[in-house]
């Protein structure tokens, strides 16, 4: 867009005037910009950064395990006790004598107590969907409080039957 000055000010000595005049019409460049840029930028000697040397050996926690390991650590280590309490408890009980006390739950029983929960908890969320919206009465905040803890807890259970194997533990009087 070409600028003009308005038209009060074409008297020769305004300042607009003399911008107007100056400015050369129908200059095309041939130069790449992008190009231009990306040497200019290559070339560039880089900024100088704070000099200052960090000494991480003085720093607060230097030599010292994260408290999140820690964390770790002592969850593993309660995870080997629990394993190894498993264990003598399962040696107390009857040890290798052919008399497991849990066993693997097969992929059928696993899919169909998936499909029971699931369907449980269509028939709840159902429930649940008809509810008013106005909850007046404490009769109404307790159901639907009810219907919540169902839904949430069946929840928890397909997510624990979704991971991987689970142990049953088998009836000794089978």
Not at 72 to 97: F, P, T
Not at 111 to 132: P, R, V
């Amino acid at each position: 867009m070409i600028r003009r000055p308005p038209r009060s000010t074409l008297s020769s000595s305004s300042a607009a005037s003399d911008v107007y005049k100056r400015q050369v019409h129908g200059l095309v460049t041939s130069k790449n910009f992008i190009t231009c840029n990306a040497v200019e930028n290559i070339l560039a000697v880089p900024k100088k950064t704070d000099a200052r040397q960090v000494s991480y050996m003085n720093k607060k926690g230097y030599g010292k395990v994260p408290a999140y390991l820690e964390k770790v650590k002592a969850e593993i280590q309660d995870e080997y006790s629990y394993i190894a309490s498993m264990q003598d408890a399962y040696e107390a009980d009857g040890g290798e004598d052919g008399m497991t006390r849990t066993r693997v739950m097969s992929a059928e029983e696993r899919g169909e107590m998936l499909d029971g929960l699931k369907t449980n908890w269509d028939k709840i969320n159902k429930a649940y969907q008809t509810l008013s919206f106005t909850l007046d009465t404490p009769a109404k905040k307790q159901r639907k409080e009810e219907f919540e803890a169902q839904l949430e807890q069946i929840e928890r259970d397909i997510e624990k039957l979704s991971k991987g194997n689970i142990f049953v533990e088998e009836d000794q009087y089978m």
